[in-house]
């Protein structure tokens, strides 16, 4: 690595005096005789070799130079400044490299080509504090210098310092670092400027600004021409720069975390806890400053396992506590951003804490300040500006793990109990109330209105916007559900299972669906509603069948809700509930008596005029028969139904329809009439209302594949095997994803990754 090596610099404190000295036109004698400081010890001072003089000096210095308050005080700040660095190195300084660097490979290869190039002037790196842009610097440095013939120079710029350096400081250190002679630094802020830029037009040399503040205090810094690279660090992206690369780092991977760990504490140490390391790792969210922290606390207890800090940072009231290893913490380095901010950041930082789920969007933070939405989205890209927050996608902001016990820690301690519960509840409010008003937009006409309440709740001006937005919040919507419960808010938590009952059905796979229908359960017990019990109960037992194929506890929570619908002579609900057990034999491989079941159901669907769950059933009625031995008693029923409206529930009809021509190219597989069961696997189609890969697709791959097995066509049935495969894993068919297996092994293919699907599929059940 190349540094130009000169005689000591100036320091900030030196630099400011000789240019208020030169401005004063004064000479060291004069200023000595004005002041009473003597010129040897004048002379220390602007060399830099006396740091941080004493208030009673500076006092004498500013009145010899005829200082006013504001300018008087800038030197005191200065001179503090000095004393409290005075440990360290003096610049030009080399950023310091560790032997155990990890990772960024992906950053470093981008940095060495921009490096190697010759149009790049300037780059940002940038990101949260702990993120370890410094250690990155330095690692580039160092790989770099050989690209600089003119040498490389590094000044550390104080950004989260009380008292940042200021520019034209800053450019007495670069100048004086390039090799410029101090009595050639130009006095005025604009003509040193001019003059660092001239010098760095002449050649090839490689600045490192570590700790950038802001765009003020950097813009001065940056290169005109090309040749030179400045690469500047700081917790802010600097937006406001002109013609810089921005490079955001981000936490390091799973696997990059643990080599770090290793790497620090030395194979032996972790040989064998490869599964208390990947813990580790994930308790200090990737950060690279607290697994740095965790490495070194390790490696000072040759005691300690990694399992045994694992079983002190779980506890996460003092997971920041332990994050801690002699002067480094992660807790101190967010308190330094914390701290930068304003009052009104501070509180949505704060209360951003409170959000159940992972991420959050505009309007649910600005409930819990009671901001205007827009006012919110900037503070929000405020906070992501000073590496608080992260947008994981446009319009969405997540805290990092450690910031968000920090931010509940500051909750904690500067908010009463009483304003943060009633915070808390006024969000759960708003999203359950958002929530209803989205989910009536998926249920027949005449659904109830949300309840009355304030802020007013987010109301979809579509049913794809409706979609969006319970699909965005739904982490927070079901996290919203315990703190209601909690308040006794139970006919509010029985309005929204309500008003979400047929939404339910597009996205069967969501867990939230099993915690929204628990809590109605719960919730009508509490109100003793026997009535809405069974129903809450009848949808929870859908939601382990549908959404989880856990049937054996689906067929007790339907066995339970028919208890109750018998109780109080409900025969809509009884009907439910022999459907959904007639389900869960079915699961279970009991098709005998899913048929009874479902025959009983369908009964009472007739009984009581509703056709959706006649539909449901009988489909139902139709599967049993077939995996009876009843092929063509179950072709002629699904065949039947096809004909039939089941009911006026929005996109629902198309839906059913794809459902019974699946179980038509079914049936004729049954019968082994496989040409015919090909085509018509083929012409099951996916219905708008359900688009995207889920349960139908899935059965019709594994149907298409058996049937082309079967007509000979063995490249073209694999293919629908493996995709049939990776959909059952993805939501836990085990029996059906068995079957596919099967297909492919008999097809001679072997491999595990071909033909992919995406791996986050929609589902397809009906009640």
Known sequence: MMTRH????????GGTLRSLRRAARLTLEELSEASGVSVRALGDLERGRSRGPQRRTVDALAAALGLDDEQRERLQRLADAGRERGGAPTPPYLLRTVPDFTGREQ????????GTGTRTRAVVLFGPGGQGKTTLAAEALRRLSGSFPDGCVCVQLHGMSDSPLPADEALV??????????????????????????TLATRRALVVLDDAADEAQTRPLLPDAEGSLVLVTSRRPLAG?????????????GGESATLLERILGTPRVDGQSESVTRLTELCGHLPLALRIVGNRLSSRPSWTPAHLVGQLADEGRRLSGLVAGDLAVRSALTLSYGQLTPPHRLLLRRLSLVPGHDTGPDLAAVLTDEDPLTTEDSLDLLVDRGLLEETAPGRYALHDLV???????LGAEEPESVTRDVRRRMADWLLRSASAAGRRFEAPGAPEPWPGEPAPFTPGSAEEAEEWLTAERSNWAGALPLMFAADRHQVILHASRTLYWFSDRWCLWPEWRTLFSHGARSAAALDDRAAEAHQLNCLAWAHSVGACRYEEAEQLAGRALELASETGDLDQQAWAW????????????????????????????????STGKAVSQRVLGTALRESGH????????RALLGTRPGDVPGLNEFVAALLRCETAKDLLALERWPEAAEAFRAVGTPSAHAGIDRLRAHTSLGLATALEHCGDPDEAREHYIRARDLFTSFGDTAAEAEARAGIERLGYTGGDAASPDPHPRSTGTR
């Open 6 to 13: 000169t005689s000591p610099p100036p320091t900030p404190f």
């Open 107 to 114: 950053e470093l290869a981008e940095l060495e080509s921009l």
């Open 173 to 198: 250190l670069l100048l004086t670092a390039l090799g410029l002679p101090p009595e050639r630094i130009p006095v005025d802020p604009a003509a040193r400027e001019a003059a660092y830029r001239a």
């Open 241 to 253: 720069l002109e013609g810089v690369r921005r490079i955001r780092l981000g936490g390091l991977s």
């Open 404 to 410: 968000r016990l920090f931010a509940r820690e500051q």
């Open 579 to 610: 459907s959904y057990i007639s389900g869960a034999c079915m699961g279970q491989g009991r098709p005998a008596e899913a048929a009874e079941a479902a025959a009983r159901a369908t009964h009472l669907f007739d009984t009581t005029g509703d």
């Open 631 to 638: 092929g063509e008693e179950a072709l002629a029923l699904h």
